[in-house]
């Protein structure tokens, strides 16, 4: 379900993207910038994608770039996908990526913004790579993140959301067992343990 990730950022060896094979993420992003300075092309735009288990803090740190970064705009991916009753069909696996390309690629589109911001789970390399089919990267800088934390932390985030009502119980459980699925993503990995959320986002406004 589209293309690997085979290229990575400068920066510490800890968060590189792994490497595989095809053309990936990275790659396009660095040829759709070489082909828009050709042309002439000034307006680099940046797209965030970020992910992580639930819990480990994408919507706070998303909502805080979006202040923090010039001209921005957040979609988080579970708006395009807030049924009741929740169900996970071939159909509505279809409709929340249709969804979610058909936001993205209006606010790429738009003069009005320069950073686009995206979060959902992602623990897939094919979720990864299906968000991006179709859309035209071209002029657009992508940068992949994945938000991690250890079990300790992320344990005691998503109890303390449950006592609070804002998840129901078995969240952990759910959470835990999609943490390990991170380690094998092609994006930068960023441990949230005992970090604020304005550490979180210089660290990635400096990628």
């Known amino acids: 379900m589209g293309a690997a990730l085979i290229r990575s950022l400068p920066g510490p060896d800890s968060r ?14 660095l040829q759709a910038a070489q082909i828009s300075l050709r042309k002439g092309v000034n307006a680099m735009k940046t797209l965030y994608l970020v992910g992580g288990p639930m819990g480990v803090g994408k919507t706070a740190v998303c909502q805080r770039l979006k202040r923090d970064l010039p001209n921005s705009v957040f979609l988080d991916g579970d708006w395009c996908w807030d049924a009741d009753p929740f169900q996970v069909t071939a159909e509505t696996r279809a409709m929340v990526l249709g969804n979610i390309r ?17 979060c959902w789970v992602m623990d897939r390399q094919d979720i990864l790579d299906n968000v991006l089919a179709g859309l035209d990267l071209s002029g657009c800088r992508v ?13 005691e985030r998503i109890r303390a959301d449950v006592a609070a009502g804002r998840r129901g119980p078995g969240a952990a459980e759910r959470s835990l067992a999609r943490l390990p699925l991170y380690r094998d993503l092609d994006t930068i990995k960023i441990d949230t343990t005992g970090r604020s959320i304005p550490e979180i986002c210089r660290e990635i406004a400096a990628i």
Request: aromatic share 10%; with cysteine; proline share 5%.
């Open 16 to 29: 590189k993207p792994c490497a595989r094979s095809g053309a990936g993420i990275f790659q396009r992003g």
């Open 102 to 118: 058909h936001l993205l690629g209006n606010f790429l589109r738009c003069t009005a913004y320069e950073t686009v911001i995206f």
């Open 143 to 155: 940068v992949p993140v994945s938000l991690t934390a250890s079990e300790e932390a992320l344990t």
